[in-house]
């Protein structure tokens, strides 16, 4: 399968969590991937917490076994940056800080 490329935008080199809805690649899964949750514990991977949990893109959450966990730093190319409103930039930082020992 082909990797997808839609005019892909350049991934700030900061650390800062993407919205969801964000459509990324990472080199470890051929297809891109929309990110929908931030922060994720994987069930069976005990005390570990991703970055991100996504599904391929465009098919969408298609069942458990399609769920694919991921750190910031494996992401290749941002392909689509999801939309950012006041309440998704609040809750970003809230999760970042509430992730980095910060209050």
């Known amino acids: 399968m082909e990797k997808t490329d839609f005019n892909a935008l ?3 080199t900061g650390r800062e969590l993407l919205p ?3 459509v ?3 080199g470890l899964v051929q297809q891109a991937l929309m990110i929908y949750g931030r922060k994720q514990e994987q069930e069976n991977n005990e005390n570990k917490v991703w970055d ?3 599904c391929p893109y465009p098919q969408g959450h298609i069942g458990q ?7 910031h730093s494996q992401i290749e190319k941002l392909v689509f940056k999801g939309l950012e409103t006041k ?3 609040a809750l970003r930082s809230k ?3 509430m992730f980095s ?3």
Do not use: M, P
Request: charged residues 30%; proline residues 0%.
């Open 20 to 22: 969801i809805g964000s």
């Open 101 to 103: 020992g910060q209050k």
């Open 65 to 71: 076994d399609t769920n694919v966990f991921f750190n």
């Open 95 to 97: 999760l970042e800080r």
């Open 24 to 26: 990324v690649e990472i």
């Open 10 to 12: 350049e991934l700030e």
């Open 87 to 89: 309440g998704e930039t």
């Open 52 to 54: 991100y949990v996504a």
